[in-house]
């Protein structure tokens, strides 16, 4: 059995900006990561628990353009941003490789959740409007809690509860030690975008890039601009209140928009 071929995860959050920092480090020369970005292995429907790690493997290589690099140089991974959400797919990350290097992006919680009922809108997933959908996310996730369907409401309608970051993040550390887990926050990837990724680059233990990189915007042309509730960000703020105060004690991570 060979040693597992993928090393790091950007592994949450979603609408955090993996997209962009995927992006960025597809740029390093000894990085890489699947041409789909998300590759979807270990929240898969069809995960089989008995899988070993060479199995595993087995699914990310079509994945990966022209298949697994063999230079002892290159470092794969992959950037599945609901890896961190659920604790069967962190268990699952951790027994196919305990020495698997996490970067978690964390977002405001309220702007991540209108963020993410503006893409399942636009995909064609949500029809309620968003204030509806906040109320009844309670009863649409009830009793698909480990349902991992490609239209579970786990994955279209958990607005609210991938916000919950404190829950994640102590599945998270529990499975691996601190030095594993990079936290990172949103708004310093939008606004240091160079800095945050060389901050990534050293935590993957990689020279720095030779050059500097030009950025893109993130978060740009998502929700800004729409109408919305003047009682609703209030309402959201309030909800996370008691979360970004823990999140803020017991991870050092104070979150804004």
Same mark, same amino acid.
């Given at each position: ?24 480090? *597809? ?10 970005? +998300? ?21 990310? !290589? ?32 951790? /027994? ?43 009863? $649409?996730?009830? *009793?698909? +809690?480990?349902?991992?369907?490609? *239209? ?37 990837? $939008? !606004? ?17 890039? /030779?050059?500097?990189?030009?950025? *893109?915007?993130?978060?740009?042309? +998502? ?9 609703? /960000? ?8 008691? !979360?970004?105060? @823990? ?8 979150? @804004?928009?």
């Amino acid at each position: 059995m060979s040693a597992p071929r993928i090393g790091f995860m950007i592994g949450g959050v979603q609408k955090g900006g993996t997209t962009a920092l995927a992006q960025y480090l *597809g740029r390093h020369p000894q990085l890489r990561l699947p041409a789909c970005k +998300e590759a979807h292995v270990f929240d898969a429907p069809d995960f089989d628990e008995r899988w070993t790690a060479d199995a595993i493997d087995a699914r990310f !290589e079509p994945l990966f353009p022209g298949g697994f690099d063999i230079d002892s140089g290159i470092l794969h991974g992959d950037a599945t941003p609901i890896s961190i959400f659920h604790p069967a797919f962190v268990r699952r990350i951790a /027994r196919y490789n305990p020495g698997m290097r996490w970067i978690v992006l964390l977002r405001d919680p309220v702007e991540r959740a209108i963020s993410q009922y503006y893409m399942e809108r636009g995909r064609g997933d949500e029809w309620l409007p968003l204030p509806l959908a906040l109320l009844a996310e309670r009863w $649409r996730l009830k *009793g698909h +809690e480990h349902d991992f369907g490609h *239209g579970s409401p786990l994955r279209h309608h958990s607005y609210l509860a991938r916000g919950r970051y404190i829950t994640q993040l102590d599945v998270l550390t529990a499975a691996f030690p601190p030095s594993q887990v990079l936290l990172l926050r949103s708004r310093d990837l $939008r !606004e240091f975008p160079q800095q945050t990724v060389e901050q990534v680059v050293d935590f993957l233990q990689l020279p720095p890039l /030779r050059t500097s990189q030009t950025h *893109g915007t993130v978060f740009a042309g +998502e929700w800004q601009g729409r109408w919305l509730p003047n009682a609703l /960000r209030p309402w959201l703020g309030l909800l996370y209140r008691g !979360e970004l105060e @823990a999140l803020r004690a017991r991870y050092g991570i104070t979150l @804004a928009p």
